[in-house]
């Protein structure tokens, strides 16, 4: 798909059912006009990774994903023997009365290849798009670590040597900002911050992603939840749990909410005892009440 400019990658967006605002539209296309990492960080649920899905989609090409969680290494990132695979060989070329060397035991066909050099070592005509995932949850070395991927886009394997993109990926870095990434980082990437969206942008979400949902109920179970990001709570609802709620709303047969399935899907949207529990009873009721005068 050709995009030209930030107004085709919009329209692209919205084809593939992502809504973006301008700012974050125009830092997509400015990161694959430079060929720029691009990091994302906002609140859990607001959107981040499915960029990066959407983007591999209107691409055309792979997503590769690395789940970023604390105590990630090399093995598991980067790269790591096939042990059992070697033991194998080795038992196979003693009983034919031979030697495995290094060389054979320590070549191309007995590496587990993990997301970074899946993304580097790619083969295909088109560079895959790389999410790392909630990079926050890592550990300083392995963002150090990191930082030199994204540098110079190469690994360095000791037995077999460097192995140096082909096609240099799309990397998008998301962050719910459990904790700050280092500057060094950042510097290498475009950086946006994906907020909670507005009532209308919410909304033409809703539909955009849940067109059998009834215009009354995708109007009020988004003003609820707008209404309920003011709300001291725990763990606020992302746009991810609105549409869950639409979703779980439409199983039920509802066309509207009432107190009643308001209470009995809390669970759908908070997912903490002590949310729920502040907002049942007279909160949700007044919430529903506001909720009604306003749509």
Known sequence: MNINSIDDLQTALRQHLYIADRGLA?????????????????????????????IASLLDTDLIRLQCYEGLDVHHAVYEWNYTRQMLHIRLMEAQGEKASDAELFGPEFLLRRPLLQAIEDSRDKAPVLLVDEMDRSDDEFEAFLLEVLSDFQITIPEIGTIKAKHTPFVVV?????????????RRCLYFWIDYP??????????????????????????FVQELRRVDLYKIPGVAETLDWVTALIALDQQALDQRVVEDTLGVILKYQDDVE??????????LERVKVGV
């Open 26 to 54: 125009t830092s997509i296309y400015l990161a694959l006009k430079l060929g720029r990492p691009l990091f994302l960080e906002g609140e859990a649920g607001v959107g981040k990774t499915e960029v990066a899905k959407v």
């Open 174 to 186: 998301t962050s719910n900002r459990t904790r700050e990434v280092h500057d060094a980082l950042k």
């Open 198 to 223: 507005s009532f209308e942008k919410e909304l033409e979400i809703v539909k955009a992603k849940i067109p059998q949902a009834s215009d009354q109920l995708s109007r009020q179970v988004t003003s």
């Open 278 to 287: 502040k907002i049942k009873g007279e909160n949700a009721k007044a919430i």
